[in-house]
Structures are given as structure tokens and as C-alpha cells.
């Protein structure tokens, strides 16, 4: 019997991580930061071992997210439909706070603002149909070797941006969002 961790990708393939094929190089706790890098990316970078650029195909990385926020504005509506009283619930974006849209390419994250939510203006109100953590390792301009990796995490909100006319993905990030995971980086191959 052979024992190991199995690792899927989304599309079902799958690898067992076993120690002889395996070696784990860097693993812990970080706490996000609260703001942008000074090249408007985001992330955590983490330094891999030796001078040398590693293959990224030999490389691995799992990220989980420990801590987490969401900021959202939730409204009620009442009805009054002969005797009965009923009422509905929404959720959008909230204008008091920072979400970000982020360029995968390149990895450099945008501020965008959402709609105040005025009465009897609908361009105003930013409907969340999700909310979500999501966690990962950044690659911009998707290079071959790599001599670190960039821990990435923040909350996701899929929403409608009324004003666009156009459904998106933005994120809140550090204390706001994903505040703190837990990674482990892998070498394949090794």
C-alpha cells in the first residue's frame, strides 16, 4: 500500500505527494498585508531555496485561508401585500469600503469603487450574488523559473456592477479580507 498526500487540480487529475518523490522546502502561518505592494500588486513573497530560478513546473503550493472577512451592506425591504407581511433581504457592495479588481497577466490589483446605494437609483446599488476566500500563488508575466513565490489571498465578492452593465470580481484584502493563511511550498521532482 502506498501512502502519501492526493493533490487534485480542477479538472479532476490528481498526484500523490509522497516523500520520495517530494520535498517540502517552506510551510507556516502568514498574516497578510493590510495594503498593496508599491507596484500595485499583492502578496506575500516567499524565498526559495538557492540562487538558482526553480522550473515551476517543479513546484508546488497549497494555500489555506485560517482567518477571514467579508464587507458587505445588507438591506431588508418590507411588504405589506393585503394582511400578510413579508419581507426580502439583499446584498451589495458597500461604498464605505475597499474592494480591489485584480489583472491576472500582470498580477497589479485596481481600486474600484462601488455605487452609494442611493434610493430610486438603481446605477447606485452593487448586488453580491457570492462571497468567497480565495488563495493561491501569483506567476505574473508567467515566467519559467522562479527563485520565489508570491502567497496570494483575499476575500472574493462576484457581484453585478450596476453602473457597467457588467458582472465582476472583486476582492478585499489583509484585515479586510483573507487576514491570515496557512501554506506549504513543495518541490517535484527533487
Known amino acids: 500500500m502506498v501512502y502519501g498526500a492526493k ?4 479538472s ?16 507556516g502561518a502568514l498574516i497578510m498585508p493590510n495594503s498593496l505592494n508599491g507596484d500595485n500588486t499583492y502578496g506575500t513573497d516567499i524565498d526559495l531555496p538557492g540562487d538558482a530560478g526553480i522550473p515551476v513546473g517543479d513546484i508546488g503550493v497549497m494555500v489555506y485561508p485560517v482567518t477571514f472577512h467579508y464587507q458587505i451592506d445588507v438591506d ?27 489583472n ?45 513565490v508570491r502567497i ?16 465582476l470580481a472583486v476582492y478585499s484584502i489583509g484585515n479586510k479580507g483573507v487576514e491570515t493563511v496557512n501554506y506549504m511550498i513543495f518541490l517535484k521532482n527533487n
Open 12 to 27: 479532476g487529475n490528481s498526484s500523490l505527494l509522497m516523500p520520495n518523490i517530494s520535498k517540502i522546502i517552506a510551510g
Open 7 to 10: 493533490i487534485y487540480d480542477a
Open 104 to 148: 491576472n497577466s500582470t498580477g497589479v490589483m485596481t481600486s474600484w469603487n462601488a455605487g452609494n446605494m442611493t434610493d430610486t437609483q438603481q446605477n447606485t446599488w452593487d448586488p453580491v450574488c457570492s462571497i468567497f476566500p480565495l488563495t493561491g500563488w501569483d506567476l505574473p508575466g508567467n515566467p519559467e523559473t522562479v527563485t520565489e
Open 76 to 102: 431588508w425591504w418590507f411588504f405589506n401585500p393585503g394582511t400578510k407581511i413579508s419581507f426580502m433581504t439583499g446584498i451589495y457592495a458597500d461604498d464605505a469600503e475597499t474592494y480591489y479588481t485584480k
Open 152 to 167: 496570494w489571498a483575499a476575500t472574493a465578492y462576484l457581484l453585478w456592477d450596476t453602473s457597467a452593465s457588467d458582472g
